[in-house]
Nanobody, 120 residues
Framework: QVQLVESGGGLVQAGGSLRLSCAAS????????MGWYRQAPGKQRELVAT???????NYAGSVKGRFTISRDSAKNTVYLQMNSLKPEDTAAYYC??????????????WGQGTQVTVSS
């Protein structure tokens, strides 16, 4: 089993910044792609950004140029630096990890979510 623990959410004014962190622990042989998704009230969960084990990143168009995803493979941790935040960025943010487990299997795990609220 693998646990993903997120931190760093909170309340910020428009134009401000926040940094989210997500640490993975448990039965991990290798973490493949890690990513951040978000879900606003009444809306479907959507991709924010992903990063592969080799480093290539992918961003939603709405956050490109404002958000930066990075990872520390030694710490099994992924980060999301969010700058120039807008009220429409308000959502619960979820960490996601594609993990090859020590018992040979491959699974996708989700964190519990951290709330980001941007006031206008």
């Amino acid at each position: 089993q693998v646990q993903l623990v997120e931190s760093g959410g909170g309340l910020v004014q428009a134009g401000g910044s926040l940094r989210l962190s997500c640490a993975a622990s448990g039965s991990i042989f290798r973490i493949n792609t890690m990513g951040w998704y978000r879900q606003a009230p009444g809306k479907q969960r959507e991709l924010v950004a992903t990063i592969t084990s080799d480093g290539p990143t992918n961003y939603a168009g709405s956050v490109k140029g404002r958000f930066t995803i990075s990872r520390d493979s030694a710490k099994n941790t992924v980060y999301l630096q969010m700058n120039s935040l807008k009220p429409e960025d308000t959502a619960a943010y979820y960490c996601n990890a594609d993990v090859t487990n020590r018992v040979p299997s491959r699974n996708v795990y989700w964190g519990q979510g951290t709330q980001v609220t941007v006031s206008s």
